[in-house]
C-alpha cells in the first residue's frame, strides 16, 4: 500500500465540538489551523460520520490540528502521478497525506481513527483477493468501472479499509489513471464497532469530496451510497 509520510501530529487535540462548530480561545493562527482542520474531516466524513465516530467511542474525542489540507494533497498527488512513467520497472515509493485523524484524548495506546488520501503503489486491477498465501485474505467490493472498496486485516491484525479511484492527472501518461491510481485508506483502532460496512460507507463519502477537488481528467464517478454500486 501507500507508504504513510512521517509528518508527526501535535501532542494537543481539538474537541469535536470544535469540528462541529462550536467556539474556542485561541489566537489568529490558531483559529486558521483548526478552520482547516474542520472543513478537511467534516468535508471527508459529513456531519453524520463525525457523530458516528463520536457516538462508536468510549470517552472523549478530538482531532489532529495538524493534518494536511485537500489543496496539499492534490498536488502531492499530481507530482507523483506525472513522475510514473510505464517504463518504470521498480516499485515507485509514494507517499501519502493525512486528511484527517481524531483520537481519543488522553489515552496512552494512541487510539485513533485516520484518513489519508495518495498515489498508490499497486495497480486498479491488482488482485488483493488473490495475493499470496502470507498475505492477509482481503475482500474487494467492486463500485463500478472507476472505484472499488478493499478491506481486510494487516499483519498485525488491525483492520484496514482503502479506497481506489481511476483518476487521470493532467499531464501524466494515459496509463497513469490503471496503474498509479488514487487511493485513499482508513485506519481505525478507535470506534468499538467493528462492522465493515460503516467504515467502507465513510470512506467512500470520503472519497467523493476527494476527487471533486482533485480534478480528474476522466471525470470518475463516485456514488453517495455502497448501495448504489454499479449504477455509474
Known sequence: MGLMNMRKTAASFLSL????GAGACSTDNDSKQETATESTCE???GEAGVEW????????????????????????????????????????TFSNSELCQVVKTGSPSG????????????????PFDQDSPSTPARTVT??????????GKDSKEK???????????EGASTAQRDEVPLEGVM????????AADAHLQYLLQSARAVTRGFQCQNAPK??????????H
Open 17 to 20: 465540538v470544535v469540528l462541529l
Open 43 to 45: 468535508k471527508l466524513l
Open 53 to 92: 465516530v463520536k457516538n462508536n467511542t468510549v470517552g472523549e474525542t478530538g482531532v489532529s490540528p495538524d493534518s494536511d489540507t485537500l489543496e496539499s494533497a492534490k498536488s502531492l498527488f499530481h507530482k507523483q502521478a506525472r513522475s510514473w512513467k510505464p517504463s518504470t520497472e521498480e516499485v515507485p
Open 111 to 126: 487510539e485513533s481513527l485516520s484518513i489519508r488520501y495518495g498515489a498508490s503503489v499497486v495497480s486498479f486491477d491488482h
Open 142 to 151: 467492486p463500485i463500478n468501472t472507476d472505484v472499488k472498496l478493499v478491506h
Open 159 to 169: 483492520s484496514k479499509y482503502y479506497v481506489y479511484v481511476r483518476c487521470q492527472v
Open 187 to 194: 485506519t481505525d483502532s478507535l470506534t468499538e464497532k467493528e
Open 222 to 231: 463516485v456514488p453517495l451510497s455502497i448501495a448504489d454500486r454499479g449504477t
